[in-house]
């Protein structure tokens, strides 16, 4: 009998623990692995939730004016601006799951106690979980543990804003100028006045409004785009504006806010107001002041004012969606607005309630003799134009800074007077 080989015993127990270690470490290494991967997954999708919900309350909290109907538009700004944003490693559909609903924004007043007064509310909260969030490489590890490691997971995110003062601001290229001897905080203005923007004419003269680029420049193109939906932002008290030359797209612009629009351009691409609902001299009595904005001036049983419009999502057609009866109502005459196409549509589950948000309701610069911005005036945008060079109508609201004005708009936040922009608390 061949003797045994005690060597072979050695080698292969020593091939047994290398086999036994390497399956040890090959657990730890899926394990790390699993981590770095999976949680790196979870954190980009918080990222990502928490990008939109900081637009939500950014949004929401814009519409936080002290009026009755503030807080429903602020759930409809909240949840549009949240679900344009991409979630679920940029899933446009947030990998299935739901979006960001009306039950995820909610309301708080001045001492920060749970409200749903329209009138008290100042800071607003959205927050949503996402579920649903596939891990890939933990789920290996449920045969080695008695727990287990569930296939999906759900992230949270919440973010509340309110309104402060702004460093810099986000107004259109319209400016205004102080009547002759008046100062702030009106500038001689009346509030509900309207005051004209003249088409044909560069500049403004006292008590008047014109076309200003706040690039300083003289680009009359310059004027549609900072019109545009991006607008200009940074604007402050001390910039010099620019008198632009005569106007050749500024009608477009200008009447999306409206919601009407030319081509191809629509509601979900091109953000109208609100409503669409125009004030004239012919659907509007009123004398100075004509208080469009919150008065009782309308001629015909229909005709309301801006905020009873704005709380029924009217559009410029009012009920409808025929542009020709539209500028029939607003102007007495069927074809004003015939190069334009479209209509946004009006109710609750239009696109006016969809896509809309305050953006008739803006920010314009007062100047000074010299073209420098020395403060921000309030104003309404009453009527669309009918063409680039034709004269516009504004109405005067009130100082930008007031702590009661309806006029938020974008804007760099930190300052300690000036006009109020959407601010992020937590």
Not at 5 to 12: E, K, V
Not at 50 to 58: H, V, Y
Not at 101 to 129: E, G, K, L, P
Not at 304 to 320: C, I, M, Q
Request: proline share 5%; glycine share 10%; aromatic share 8%.
């Amino acid at each position: 009998m061949k003797p045994r080989d005690p060597t072979a015993a050695t080698a292969g127990r020593e091939g047994g623990t290398i086999v036994l270690t390497f399956s040890l470490m090959l657990l730890f290494l899926i394990g790390f692995a699993g981590i770095a991967i999976d949680l790196s997954r979870l954190f980009i999708v918080r990222t990502e939730l928490q990008t939109a919900l900081d637009s939500c309350a950014l949004a929401a909290a814009q519409e936080l004016d002290g009026q009755s109907t503030s807080t429903t538009r602020a759930i409809n700004a909240g949840m549009a601006a949240a679900n344009l944003n991409r979630v679920n490693l940029q899933s446009a559909n947030w990998d299935g799951q739901a979006k960001v609903s009306a039950d995820d924004i909610s309301f708080f007043d001045s001492t920060n106690s749970a409200t749903s007064d329209s009138v008290a509310a100042r800071y607003v909260q959205c927050q949503h979980s996402q579920p649903g969030v596939h891990t890939f490489l933990l789920q290996l590890l449920t045969r080695y543990s008695s727990d287990g490691f569930p296939t999906t997971h759900s992230v949270y995110a919440v973010a509340v804003a309110t309104r402060g003062h702004a460093q810099s601001t986000c107004p259109i290229p319209v400016a205004l100028r102080a009547k002759a001897g008046k100062g702030p905080p009106n500038y001689g203005f009346a509030p509900g006045e309207w005051v004209t923007i003249y088409g044909k004419k560069i500049g403004a003269g006292p008590g008047e409004m014109g076309w200003y680029n706040l690039d300083g420049s003289n680009d009359a193109k310059e004027t549609a785009i900072e019109l545009s939906e991006n607008g200009k932002c940074g604007v402050k008290a001390g910039d010099s504006v620019g008198t632009p030359g005569a106007q050749t797209s500024v009608d477009v612009p200008w009447n999306q806010r409206f919601g009407i629009y030319k081509n191809k351009d629509s509601a979900s691409d091109n953000h109208p107001d609100f409503t669409g609902y125009a004030y004239t001299s012919t659907n509007w009595s009123n004398k100075v002041p004509q208080n469009a904005f919150s008065g009782d001036g309308g001629i015909g049983a229909t005709a309301k004012n801006y905020l009873t419009k704005r709380a029924a999502f009217a559009s410029f057609d009012d009920t409808g969606t025929d542009l020709k009866d539209g500028a029939q109502i607003a102007f007495g005459d069927r074809n004003a607005l015939n190069s334009f196409k479209s209509v946004a549509t009006p109710g609750a589950g239009g696109e006016h309630a969809s896509y809309g948000y305050n953006r008739r309701i803006v920010m314009v610069p007062v100047l000074d003799t010299t073209s420098t911005i020395v403060d921000f005036a309030c104003m309404l945008m009453l009527a669309p134009l009918a063409g680039p060079n034709n004269d516009g109508q504004m109405e005067f609201i009130g100082n930008a800074s007031a702590i009661d004005t309806p006029c938020t708009t974008n804007g760099l936040a930190g300052g300690v007077a000036g006009p109020l922009v959407p601010v992020l608390v937590r």
